[in-house]
């Protein structure tokens, strides 16, 4: 997972020279400012961090300074936010928009984001449950509809990548 | 009818006479029950208007850390268009004016009304008169179908009742885009948080899918798809997000305020009724005594 996020990241950065040509200031941090805002709650706002890894709906990549600007729609998944040196947190969010700016600001737009942490082992039990459904033979609705009752989710598959993840 | 008018005419005679001394007559005394009546239903006010204002008080509390986070995500939402901004300035803007369903919270709803008629009465702003209006609240609604009936094309109500929800917004934003209703670009008109005893009006810029593409700024951005539709749509909801929760905190907050003045105003009224209840007392006393002693050393 973190090799294809490196790869990615190398791939993106690329076209470095004309990365360079628009920050011509002397000085070139090396930190990007992130915003990761709910509508509920804002986790980051303008904070410095070095690296932020996320799932878009194309390929995931990992976000650096000087990054190219670019848009990007997210797809439910995990975020992941390198602060300093190798502490890591992760979120598990729902879709939303990641938008790299030209003056090396990153902001990422969610409806919905829950840290890694907090998902309890209840949940895990509920999502054993959801693929228990998932594998039986009822009617597609009512499958939908009893996963997202028991798991809180929306996207099963997604769920398992955050708990792998996890 | 006419009944009615002489009694009213009557009261109004009776009244100044309380100041002075009374004349010990039963006038007098149903004035003074009068008084009496009067300061129970305005204390009774007092008491409504006070826990308003408690209730509004810590609604706003939960309404200024509701607006703490909004305001930071529209923010975050509205700093692609500072990156991008429109090439030209939009003729056909559609209005949104953010309001809500109840009163009595001062002007609240004049604010964000009387801003759009500005707009609208602008000359040099360049906005085609028959520039489409859509409004949230049902207050707004009312007080602008009366200057630009024409104009208005959607209206929205039952939402602010509580702290409002992104799915409130999110249903609004995809009722407009559904809506089909032409525009160049969107206005959002909602009241500004300024301090909590004060408020202004303000105007949020929300680019469409067309201007965005149009833009050169908005070129500097890398697509893997074309999602410039998504992302105008998206963030529409957004702008309208952070606009409903700000105007909420700034309604809970001139509640509080409106609240708060009519409890002073109740208490004044309550201490002017009781000085001139109490003189009248005094007054029909004293007649009653001169009467008394008057009769006495007649005997």
Same mark, same amino acid.
């Given at each position: ?5 490196? @790869? ?107 840290? @890694? ?13 959801? @693929? ?35 | ?7 009213? +005419? ?7 006479? +309380? ?6 007559? *039963?006038?007098? $005394? &149903? ?15 007092? %008491?409504?208007? %006070? ?7 810590? %609604? ?25 901004? *429109? /090439? ?16 009595? #919270? ?27 209006? $859509? ?36 249903? +609004? ?7 089909? +209703? ?19 009006? &303000? ?9 965005? %593409? ?28 952070? *606009? ?5 905190? #700034? /309604? ?35 007649? /009653? ?6 009769? *006495?050393?007649?005997?």
């Amino acid at each position: 997972m973190s090799t294809l996020c490196l @790869l990615s990241t190398t791939a993106r950065r690329a076209p470095k020279l004309l990365v360079s040509q628009c920050h011509s200031h002397a000085e070139v941090s090396d930190k990007i400012k992130l915003s990761l805002v709910l509508p509920h709650q804002s986790i980051f706002t303008s904070t410095d961090v070095i690296e932020v890894n996320i799932t878009a709906t194309t390929r995931d990549m990992g976000i650096l300074a000087n990054h190219v600007p670019s848009i990007e729609p997210l797809c439910p998944g995990v975020v992941e936010v390198i602060e300093s040196g190798s502490v890591s947190k992760k979120w598990f969010v729902s879709g939303g928009f990641t938008t790299v700016h030209p003056n090396d600001k990153l902001t990422i737009g969610v409806v919905e984001a829950v840290s @890694l942490e907090d998902f309890s082992w209840a949940v895990h039990m509920n999502l054993q449950e959801a @693929l228990k459904v998932a594998a039986g033979n009822r009617s597609e609705e009512d499958k939908m509809d009893k996963m997202s009752h028991s798991s809180g989710v929306e996207s099963i598959s997604t769920m398992q990548i955050g708990m792998i993840t996890l | 009818m006419s009944m009615l008018a002489r009694s009213t +005419v009557g009261r109004m005679a009776a009244q100044p006479k +309380v100041l002075g001394a009374a004349p010990a007559n *039963a006038r007098n $005394m &149903a004035t003074l029950r009068e008084i009496e009546l009067r300061l129970k239903s305005v204390r009774n006010i007092e %008491k409504i208007t %006070k826990s308003m204002k408690m209730i509004a008080s810590t %609604k706003l509390a939960k309404a200024q850390r509701a607006m703490q986070a909004g305001k930071q995500y529209g923010v975050a939402n509205s700093e692609v268009f500072q990156n991008a901004p *429109a /090439e030209e300035p939009a003729k056909r803007k559609l209005f949104i004016v953010v309001s809500s369903d109840k009163g009595l #919270c001062g002007g609240i709803h004049s604010s964000v009304t009387k801003a759009t008629r500005r707009i609208f009465a602008d000359k040099e702003s360049g906005i085609e008169t028959d520039s489409p209006i $859509m409004v949230i609240g049902d207050k707004s609604k009312a007080q602008l179908s009366r200057v630009h009936p024409k104009n208005l094309v959607m209206t929205f109500n039952q939402i602010g009742r509580d702290i409002p929800t992104f799915s409130d917004a999110a249903g +609004v934003a995809d009722l407009i885009i559904k809506s089909g +209703v032409k525009y160049d670009s969107i206005a959002i008109v909602y009241n500004k948080f300024v301090s909590a005893i004060s408020y202004e009006s &303000a105007v949020m810029e929300v680019e469409t899918e067309e201007a965005l %593409k149009n833009s050169p700024g908005f070129k500097a951005y890398e697509m893997e798809d074309d999602v410039t539709k998504d992302l105008a749509e998206f963030s529409l909801a957004n702008a309208i997000y952070a *606009a409903l929760v700000e105007g909420h905190a #700034c /309604e809970q907050s001139a509640r509080r305020n409106a609240m708060d003045n009519a409890s002073k105003n109740a208490s004044d009224m309550i201490s002017k009724l009781q000085m001139q209840y109490n003189r009248g007392r005094q007054a029909a006393i004293t007649n /009653e005594l001169v009467d008394i002693i008057t009769g *006495a050393s007649a005997l």
